[in-house]
């Protein structure tokens, strides 16, 4: 789904209580967060009857990604999702870039060029007949037979006349007839190829997994694999970028806990081999990331995070893609991530 600037949009939520019960009458929380990780706005949302089913409406007011973060923290049990939103610009921003190129073309179509400068009927038939008109209206060459004239005049005026008009009509107005057409038949190139270019993305999201314990041996711990699939024939990728998001972060040691990395080698990794012999990094995990405070409680909020290596070069093609944390290493024994899901977001056009 990919939501437009300004134009509203709603998210609603089922909260449930940890026996999967609708949970009715709930404060929960909201945060909102801009294409630059600013909290664009927060607060509670508003419960739809008696039914534990929330809603909360907001305006993007620009494109990027936006993230909606929604929370329960009652002394009856806790509540935690989050959701992520690309926002683009919508389909009228577009048709106007369009409409301000296409009304620089002439009223009567650029195939009107080539009869305004046709040797025949055009412009420069017009000047030959003016002068041939001029030879005719010589007094001496006539012989001074004002009768001639005169219906040398008539003919301009019924004849010509009408026919020189109906070509001028199409001259556009303060310029060279010839020269702005060639400049719209630039410009309309211009625009086909750009339209013809655009650069989309889509999400390919793994099956989630329940847990991944992070221990304090260091290990290599295998993510859900990733299928890329349904790419359309001829597409060119132009970059690809790994996601990764958790539901809740939990300590088990019964201290406070978080990565441990000093020595700066725990990365997130892609390969399209099986067997994971071509590793390529694409999110660093660094020294103390996923902290939990155990004074305040064992668990904390899930995270998402948008890799910002391009990994295009290991991901090229729809096949099956492994997902792997390398070095992976905490401080105590267990750091959980609970309900792990594992993407990539292909741009292509």
């Known amino acids: 789904m990919v939501l437009e600037i300004n134009e509203a949009f709603t998210t609603v939520l089922m909260v449930t209580d940890e026996n999967?019960?609708?949970?009715?009458?709930?404060?929960?929380?909201?945060?909102?967060f801009d294409e630059a990780l600013n909290i664009q706005e927060s607060g509670s949302m508003i419960e739809?009857?008696?039914?534990?089913?929330?809603?909360?409406?907001?305006t993007p007011d620009a494109a990027g990604y936006w993230i909606f973060e929604?929370?329960?923290?009652?002394?009856?049990?806790?509540?935690?999702?989050?959701?992520?939103y690309p926002?683009?610009?919508?389909?009228?921003?577009?048709?106007?870039?369009?409409?301000?190129?296409?009304?620089?073309?002439?009223?009567?179509?650029?195939?009107?060029?080539?009869?305004?400068?046709?040797?025949?009927?055009?412009?420069?038939?017009?000047?030959?007949?003016?002068d041939l008109k001029a030879s005719q209206l010589s007094v001496d060459e006539i012989g001074g037979d004002t009768d001639y004239i005169i219906n040398?005049?008539?003919?301009?005026?019924?004849?010509?006349?009408?026919?020189?008009?109906?070509?001028?009509?199409?001259?556009?107005?303060?310029?060279?007839?010839?020269?702005n057409v060639d400049a719209v038949e630039t410009k309309v190139d211009?625009?086909?190829?750009?339209?013809?270019?655009?650069?989309?993305?889509?999400?390919?999201?793994?099956?989630?997994?329940?847990?991944?314990?992070?221990?304090?041996?260091?290990?290599?711990?295998?993510?859900?694999?990733?299928?890329?699939?349904?790419?359309?024939?001829?597409?060119?990728?132009?970059?690809?970028?790994?996601?990764?998001k958790c539901r809740l972060i939990r300590d088990s040691s019964t201290?406070?806990?978080?990565?441990?990395?000093?020595?700066?080698?725990?990365?997130?990794?892609?390969?399209?081999?099986?067997?994971?012999?071509?590793?390529?990094n694409a999110i660093a995990i660094l020294e103390d990331f996923w902290s939990v405070d155990v004074s305040t409680s064992p668990d904390t909020g899930g995270d998402v995070i948008v890799g910002s290596t391009d990994v295009k070069a290991e991901v090229t093609i729809d096949g099956t893609y492994y997902l792997t944390m390398d070095n992976a290493q905490s401080d105590g024994n267990n750091l959980n991530l609970l309900d792990v899901m594992i993407g990539l977001r292909v741009y292509f056009y």
């Open 20 to 32: 999967g019960n609708p949970a009715s009458g709930k404060t929960v929380s909201y945060r909102l």
């Open 48 to 58: 739809l009857g008696v039914y534990g089913i929330y809603y909360k409406s907001w």
């Open 70 to 84: 929604a929370y329960y923290t009652g002394a009856d049990f806790k509540f935690y999702d989050i959701k992520m």
């Open 87 to 130: 926002v683009e610009k919508g389909s009228e921003a577009d048709i106007d870039a369009i409409k301000a190129k296409t009304d620089l073309i002439p009223v009567g179509g650029i195939a009107e060029q080539a009869t305004l400068i046709n040797a025949t009927y055009g412009l420069s038939a017009l000047k030959t007949l003016i």
């Open 152 to 179: 040398g005049i008539d003919d301009i005026h019924d004849t010509d006349l009408p026919a020189i008009k109906s070509k001028t009509d199409l001259i556009v107005s303060g310029g060279a007839t010839e020269v």
């Open 190 to 244: 211009t625009l086909t190829t750009d339209v013809g270019r655009k650069v989309v993305h889509q999400d390919f999201w793994s099956a989630s997994v329940a847990a991944v314990a992070i221990t304090d041996a260091e290990s290599n711990i295998n993510l859900p694999n990733v299928v890329v699939a349904g790419l359309p024939a001829g597409a060119t990728i132009t970059r690809v970028e790994v996601l990764f």
């Open 255 to 280: 201290a406070d806990n978080a990565v441990h990395d000093l020595d700066a080698d725990f990365f997130i990794s892609v390969d399209a081999d099986p067997a994971r012999a071509s590793k390529v």
